[in-house]
């Protein structure tokens, strides 16, 4: 005979289902979290955009920059119109503008040495003709008799120095800019 299996009895009637809550969501962030996060981003963001801008500026402000020779052009017109009443003025700007040109555009150190000194350094250069050095030391002797013994110039003699200034720096730009002749033979 089989057995029988025991039969269970019913269940007791258990809680109602009616009032019972779906679950609770908790966000995986608290909101003070989130507004850090915001915070971050937009300072991320800010120094990014900083960045960038400085990047453009630098670049902007490196293509900017003049030729020396178109410098120093430049700094002899404005000395010119700048000093009519200031001789030593004139001659202090006036050789500190062709001494800046040599310094900045040929690589000859030329600033804080004496007069003979410059000159001394450009006979190691074949940067100017003999001409052309003569022309300057005139410039300079000139230009120290004004700085140092006052000596006074007249509207035809500032003219022109400013003209022989000129012509050095258009001079020295067109011997660099000419083949040499050694050269264009090979």
Not at 123 to 151: G, I, P, Y
Not at 157 to 173: F, P, Y
Request: proline content about 7%; charged content about 20%.
């Amino acid at each position: 005979m089989p057995a029988q299996t025991p039969q269970l009895p019913d269940l007791p009637p258990g809680p109602s289902l009616d009032h019972v809550r779906g679950p609770i969501e908790i966000p995986p962030y608290e909101p003070w979290q989130i507004g850090v996060m915001v915070a971050l981003g937009v300072i991320a963001l800010g120094l990014l955009l900083w960045g960038i801008a400085h990047f453009i500026r630098a670049r902007k402000n490196r293509a900017a920059q003049l030729q020396p020779h178109t410098t120093a052009l430049a700094e002899l017109k404005t000395t010119a119109e700048c000093t009519a009443g200031d001789d030593e003025r004139f001659a202090v700007l006036s050789s500190l503008a062709l001494r800046r040109y040599f310094e900045t555009g040929k690589g000859i150190a030329t600033l804080g040495r004496t007069t003979l000194e410059f000159l001394k350094a450009l006979e190691s250069h074949a940067l100017l003709n003999t001409e052309a050095r003569a022309s300057l030391a005139t410039f300079l002797e000139h230009c120290d008799r004004v700085k140092f013994a006052q000596a006074s110039l007249t509207e035809d003699e500032r003219n022109a120095l400013t003209e022989s200034a000129i012509k050095l720096i258009r001079q020295s730009e067109q011997r660099a800019v000419a083949p040499r002749p050694e050269i264009a033979q090979t």
